[in-house]
């Protein structure tokens, strides 16, 4: 989305709301430090995103959004995203032929499931898990830290290139290896 459809963006939103305090900006610097605000959250999606999600909040609420709303409305929308059993059922289904492939299977994986796991060595091991063990306790324990781990990717996934980079090379730095 480029700076105008933000802008575009915030007068839908003055004509929605028009008594809400937020869009009654009176100095053409407020003006403009707000739409580079609102375009540094949400810039980085497709303007027909966004509007989308802006009518589907404004059908719905009678008060203004919050970034958050605003955000909340766009994920609904992008949900592309597999549900905790989904990510069980692929990785019950890689733990089928992870004995012999695991790391082909490791490969096929979410990137949620292959956190989980860790490496492909412990897609082999749960493996030779029985099955009882393995659909009662390890299903168990997945499903009680898949969330957590759908989060975290969620969050990393909206970072930039930039943040990014940074994350990681203070992270490897942090490594007990690194000089």
């Keep these: 989305m ?20 937020a869009y009654k900006l009176t100095t053409k610097e407020e003006i403009k430090e707000t739409i580079v605000f ?9 303007t027909p995103i966004v509007v989308a999600a802006l009518r589907n909040y404004i059908k719905k609420n ?8 605003l955000q909340e409305q766009i994920d609904l929308l992008l949900n592309t995203e597999d549900t905790d059993s989904e990510l069980w059922n692929q990785l019950s289904k890689a733990c089928k032929n992870g004995l012999y492939g695991s790391d082909e299977e490791y490969n096929k994986l979410p990137p949620e499931c292959q ?3 860790g490496s ?39 970072l930039s ?13 942090q490594l007990p290896f690194s000089d």
């Design 2 to 21: 480029r700076l105008e459809e933000t802008q575009a963006l915030l007068d839908i939103l003055k004509k929605a709301y028009p008594s809400a305090a």
């Design 38 to 46: 609102y375009h540094g959250f949400f810039g980085v999606y497709e």
């Design 62 to 69: 009678q008060y203004p959004p919050t970034i958050a709303g």
């Design 115 to 117: 956190r989980w796991l």
């Design 120 to 158: 492909p060595n412990t897609l082999r091991e749960l493996a030779m898990v029985d099955t009882d063990t393995f659909n009662t306790v390890v299903r168990g324990q997945f499903l009680k830290t898949i969330g957590q781990i759908k989060s975290s990717e969620q969050v990393q996934k909206t």
């Design 161 to 173: 290139p930039e943040v990014r980079k940074v994350i990681e090379s203070s992270i490897y730095k």
